[in-house]
Every structure is written in structure tokens, then in C-alpha cells.
């Protein structure tokens, strides 16, 4: 049968770097997609048998080009990641149009491109579609005007996804991930923010990208087979929570 092949997206650091790996390590055939070619390359040198997709997910043309070259060299893929995602923060009034668009176009319209783009090959393998939202798109927060909506509308895409793709046999879930101790997080979360995310957790810590990783690798897996239109929050809890006070709960 041959060496089933994954893409992911955004693969070039973070969850999409972690989901590379892990799922290497399970036997995988691993795609990454980052539009970031110098930090793409340095990833892809550190992962046995992977091979870049240097394009940008957000454009069109380049989703095209990515799916030729994945037909013309692999000829398969039997599981998308659509991870690649930005995020951008400022309160509705400040939110510029242009601000809404470019986190839209990542987020919202890159999950729509390749997946759309990835159906023929996905057919042949009846293979699995994996997207990354957050848990911004279930519970509202403030500052997240374009990325709680980006998040929740790609909850909803993946839904429509299971209804329309499942008599192909291909599969559709969504991972949403909670705080997670990436780079990036770090960098921007100041102690009390990580101190409030504590305390708001049942599990009192952030997540890893291991462990969302291992999520993501789950729902690509056959051990998912019966798992369709799924929304996982992989988040400690939080969702769990609703409006629950953390003072009230000890």
C-alpha cells in the first residue's frame, strides 16, 4: 500500500512542528506547509523523509501550485492538518478591516483552499481532514473580535466538511486547543496572565504541543475511524468551566 502521507500546515514551529514529528515517529510520511521558507527549511532538516511546501496558504494560486507539486511527487495524501494560523488581538472599535481580513485569510480562508484542494486525493486514500481552531471559538474573549470568529467559523467548516465529505469516506474533525506553552505564548503572556490561566484550568497548567499533537495525531489515525465531525477542545478543562469562577470552586 505504501507509506501514508501527511501535510501540515503552518509546520515551521509550534503545534504544526510537533504534530510533524510525532507523527513521523508513527510512520508517517510527513508534508510541511509553511509560507516562512527559511524557518521551514531549518524544520524539515530536522525531521527524517519530510519535505517542504513552502506556499502561502491564504492565496489561491499557491494552493494550486502546493497540489500539483504534492500529486506530481507523492501521488497521495491521506491526512491534512490545517494548522497554519495568525493571531491578531485589539478591541472591536480598533479593529481595522484590514486587521479582520489578514487573520480571515489565514485562519478562516486557508482551511477552505487546501481543503477544498486536497478533496481528490483525500477520495482515493478515503482519508482525514484535522483542523486547528481554539478555544477562543467556543468561549468569547476580549480582544479576539477576528480570531474567536475565525476560530469558530473553521468549527463550523469542519462540520459542513463531515456532512458533505463522508459519503467519500473521508473524515473530518477540529482540534481547539486551549493555552498551550508555545514561544509565542510565552512571549506575550505576562506572569499574571499565566497566573489567571492557572487558576481558570481544573488541570491548573497550560498544555503542551506535544500534547496537542498527539490529539491531532489521534484524529488523523485509523484508531479515529469512526470519528467524524468532532469538535475536541484540548484545553485542561476550560470549556468545561463555562463561567464558573475559580474562587467558587475551591
Known sequence: MGQKVAVITGAARGIGLATAR???AEGWQVGMWDRDRPALMAAVAGIPDAFALPYDVSDPDEVARAFADLRSTKGRLDALVNNAGVAEFGPIEETGFD????VMATNLDGVFLCSQAAIPLLRASRGAIVNIASISGLRASTLRVAYGTSKAAVMQLTMQQAAELGEYGIRANCVAPGPVRTKLAMAVHTQEIIDAYHDALPLNRYGSEAEIAEAIGFLCSEKASFITGQVLAADGGFQ????GLPALRR
Not at 240 to 243: A, D, I, L, P, Y
Open 22 to 24: 510525532l507523527m513521523q
Open 99 to 102: 486587521m479582520w481580513r489578514r
Open 240 to 243: 468545561s468551566t463555562g463561567v
